[in-house]
């Protein structure tokens, strides 16, 4: 379907609705993902009290500094790969949009769940909460950013500029 034809008609194939459909429903997984580690940290918490890891590792504030440095090193890298691979107008092409779509938006929500990751870690390991709540709503805020909407795609398919999208030149 060429470019002209989707700006005329704003009509989309049962194909773009299906896609967007399948990256909103990997969209919802990262999240109960989450929400799985949120109840794994809870569940701890309440059956180990106190819980304080199951390591004494040395040198925690270096850790958790690098573990943190690593959390926004990972956010400003999705910016950048989301911007990477969305850089590239689509000239028409609707199945190729929808694939550069579907694949910025698993790729970026995959790496969302990176923070939350790395502060579940850092409560097994020295039993650091706040830590983790801290590093899970970097998550939660990384996945709204990135979760799949209809307008988006749409104005990326119609070659219009999305806001909030870094120019990768």
């Known amino acids: ?16 609705n299906k896609t967007l ?3 909103r429903l990997i969209g919802a997984a ?3 993902g989450l929400f799985l580690y949120f ?12 819980f304080l890891g199951v390591s004494r590792v040395q040198g925690i504030q270096t850790l958790r500094f690098g573990f943190f440095g690593a959390a926004a090193v ?3 890298l999705n910016r950048l790969i989301n ?3 969305l850089k590239n107008r689509i000239q028409g092409d609707l199945d190729r949009g929808l694939r550069s779509l579907f694949r ?3 790729i970026s929500l995959a790496l969302a769940e990176v923070p939350a990751l790395i502060g579940l870690v850092l409560f097994l390991l020295r039993g650091l909460e706040m830590d983790f709540y801290v590093l899970l709503f970097v998550s939660l805020v990384l996945v709204f950013m990135y979760f799949p909407r209809q307008k988006s795609w749409e104005a990326y398919l119609q070659d219009q500029p999305l806001s909030c999208r870094l120019e990768v030149k």
């Open 104 to 106: 910025a938006s698993v």
């Open 30 to 32: 990262m999240v109960s």
């Open 83 to 85: 911007g990477r691979l």
């Open 74 to 76: 990972v956010s400003i």
């Open 21 to 23: 459909m399948t990256g």
């Open 1 to 16: 379907m060429r470019s002209e034809e989707v700006r005329n008609n704003m009509e989309y194939p049962p194909e773009f």
């Open 39 to 50: 109840l794994v940290v809870v569940f701890l918490k309440a059956h180990f009290e106190p």
